[in-house]
């Protein structure tokens, strides 16, 4: 996608690892957002970024960090992954805060933890 | 109860029919709707948002909002074998612009 781009795009990992995930932006956008996709649960928010240094949690955020060093950067660390954390992670910006502006999304990462 | 609950289909609609479908939320303070388009395999893309009560029109789309009930729909006109596509609707609230989801729902337009 346009601006926004995931690393890697496919990754299999052993479980007890901890694993990586990058989102890298070109549009300048201060809030920038990670979600997993999973079957019969939709796109549910890990951990999102209003600006750089300032991160806060998402509804499942356990297992999970996040740092934002610099404003096109966001990334999202799976301290020890488990199998549970299998799943689709897609980065999200977005320009402005407020209600009323929807986000871009990224291609994706999918990731296995074996 | 989830906060944004879809129909996850499939949903079949014949080549040129309209394709109508549903969205409701629970949390009344919700102020922003956002319909997206995903591609098996793709990335979820916008391709409306609506704030205020009634119908808006793009193109072939039209989302409607009715906040007293809390749904939000999308219709879809003279659908193509090219909108076979899981469809997500979103939801903002009040505060900030973190966006909740459903779960999607499948459509799948047959020739």
């Known amino acids: 996608d346009a601006g926004i781009t995931q690393s890697p795009r496919h990754k299999v990992t052993e479980t007890g690892t901890p694993v990586t995930l990058r989102c890298h932006q070109t549009e300048n956008h201060r809030y920038m957002y990670w979600y997993r996709q999973d079957p019969g649960h939709g796109l549910r928010l890990i951990h999102y970024s209003y600006g750089v240094k300032d991160t806060d949690k998402g509804e499942v955020s356990d297992g999970y960090s996040v740092s934002r060093s610099k404003t096109e950067d966001f990334l999202l660390t799976l301290e020890s992954a488990t199998s549970s954390q299998t799943s689709v992670y897609f980065c999200?910006?977005?320009?402005?805060?407020?209600?009323?502006?929807?986000?871009?999304f990224g291609s994706g990462t999918r990731l296995t933890v074996v | 109860q989830k906060e944004v609950e879809q129909n996850s289909g499939p949903l079949s609609v014949p080549e040129g029919a309209i394709a109508s479908l549903n969205c409701t939320y629970s949390?009344?303070?919700?102020?922003?709707f956002f319909w997206y388009r995903q591609y098996s395999g793709k990335s979820p893309e916008l391709i409306m948002s609506i704030y205020s009560n009634g119908d808006k029109e793009d193109g072939r789309f039209t989302a409607q909002l009715n906040k007293a009930s809390q749904y939000v729909s999308l219709l879809i006109r003279d659908s193509q074998p090219s909108d076979s596509a899981t469809y997500l609707c979103?939801?903002?609230?009040?505060?900030?612009?973190?966006?909740?989801f459903g779960g999607g729902t499948r459509v799948l337009v047959k020739p």
């Open positions: 999200a910006i977005s320009e402005l805060a407020g209600p009323n502006y929807g986000y871009t």
């Open positions: 979103a939801v903002a609230k009040a505060a900030g612009n973190k966006l909740t």
């Open positions: 949390d009344r303070g919700s102020q922003s």
